[in-house]
């Protein structure tokens, strides 16, 4: 349903060929890394970040990989500094759904 409203709202501000880009960009490496090489990351991640393509454009989505990315990075920093707890696995999804929200106020207000 968001990849739906995703590629209506590209279709309305950007193009249709951007939140087709969108989608098919993030997902292909990331399917292909996580079947062929077993990295730890969940399909229902992929499908998020395709939706999050498809409403964003391709371009933005690739920052909103790398901000959820430091995100996540500085929430396991301070996991361990301040509970001194070993985080062995984080759910991404929250942290892509941060960033997106970034990147999407920040592209807006900049235009």
């Keep these: 349903m ?4 995703g590629i209506f709202y590209s279709f ?8 087709l880009l969108g989608v ?4 292909i490496p990331l399917l292909v890394a996580k079947y062929k090489f077993n990295f730890f990351i969940g399909a229902g991640d992929i499908k ?6 498809a409403w964003l454009s391709w371009f933005l989505n ?6 959820s990315c430091v995100i996540v ?3 396991v920093l301070i996991m361990r500094l301040l509970f001194r707890t070993r ?11 941060i960033a ?12």
């Design 87 to 97: 985080v062995l696995s984080v759910p991404f999804a929250p942290f892509l759904s």
């Design 48 to 53: 998020l970040l395709s939706a999050i393509g």
């Design 12 to 19: 309305l501000h950007h193009s249709l060929y951007n939140a």
């Design 24 to 27: 098919i960009i993030p997902s």
């Design 62 to 67: 690739l920052y909103v990989l790398l901000l």
């Design 2 to 5: 968001i990849l739906v409203f």
């Design 100 to 111: 997106s929200l970034i990147i999407y106020i920040v592209s807006v207000n900049s235009i």
């Design 73 to 75: 990075l500085i929430f």
